[in-house]
């Protein structure tokens, strides 16, 4: 149900946390208010929310470095992260897509816009914990692609077996192709986290790096969720 849904807002300027809190509240959200960076960051480590909105330019802690160190924390790089910023501004939106935000909605806000971008990642977000091992080929990189295999895959990333990791924060891209479907998943990512063979923080996986999905469409999202229900733990 929606009210069981926990949302956090940040933003300093009073008149668009108002806003968005009452489009939000009209769909039954349960809603947790931020006024700065710094203050969103402890209120996301102590409630982990289900989705987080924040503004890019607020006192303490800017929302995009807020962002970046919601996505380099393995227990919270899960939940998904909206950037909320000025339209027009290109090099504003850069500044949000390195920090490894989810979406971007662009102010003036538009309510209609803003609810269903706001359910699509609530949606995302209700089977992030789904986690099936999934053993397929992935081809990933920038520049330079390589090859290797997933240990195990969820609809917002997969975790790739490889002794030469990339770092955290890096954008790659990803092309996996999944059993019995015609058409590969071909999509943007970002390293969430590493572990490395000479230090593994999670002795239960491989050496390899944890990927988090950026701007995965409906098509690729459609297609993993269907990997997801046909294998064996989906």
């Known amino acids: 149900m929606p009210g069981e849904r926990k949302i956090l807002l940040a933003d300093d300027v009073s008149f668009f946390l108002a806003l968005e809190k009452n489009f939000l509240q009209r769909e039954g959200f349960e809603i947790i208010v931020a006024h ?41 790089s899960g939940i998904p992260v909206i950037m909320v910023t000025t339209a027009g501004k290109d090099d504003e939106q850069v500044l949000c897509r390195d920090a490894g935000c989810d979406e971007i909605l662009l102010k003036p806000i538009h ?43 969820s609809s917002g990333g997969l975790f790739l077996e ?6 955290p924060e890096e954008s790659l891209t990803l092309k996996f192709h999944a059993p019995n479907q015609s058409q590969p998943v071909c999509c943007r ?10 230090s593994l923080c999670c002795p239960s996986l491989p050496p390899g790096m944890g990927i988090k999905f950026v701007n995965l469409d409906l098509e690729d999202l459609h297609r993993i969720r269907t990997l997801l229900k046909d294998s064996p733990q989906g």
């Open 189 to 198: 990512g970002s390293v969430a986290w590493v572990n490395h063979p000479d």
């Open 36 to 76: 700065n960076g710094r203050e969103a960051l402890d209120l996301i480590n102590a409630h982990r929310p289900d989705l987080v909105l924040l503004d890019l330019y607020m006192p303490e802690m800017n929302g995009d470095e807020c962002c970046r160190q919601v996505k380099n924390t393995p227990d919270l």
């Open 162 to 167: 490889t002794d030469n990791p990339l770092p």
């Open 111 to 153: 309510r209609r816009t803003f609810v269903e971008t706001v359910q699509k990642f609530l949606n995302v977000a209700a089977r992030a914990e789904v986690r099936s091992p999934v053993r397929m080929q992935v081809i990933y990189g920038n520049a330079e692609l390589f090859k290797g295999y997933s240990v195990n895959l």
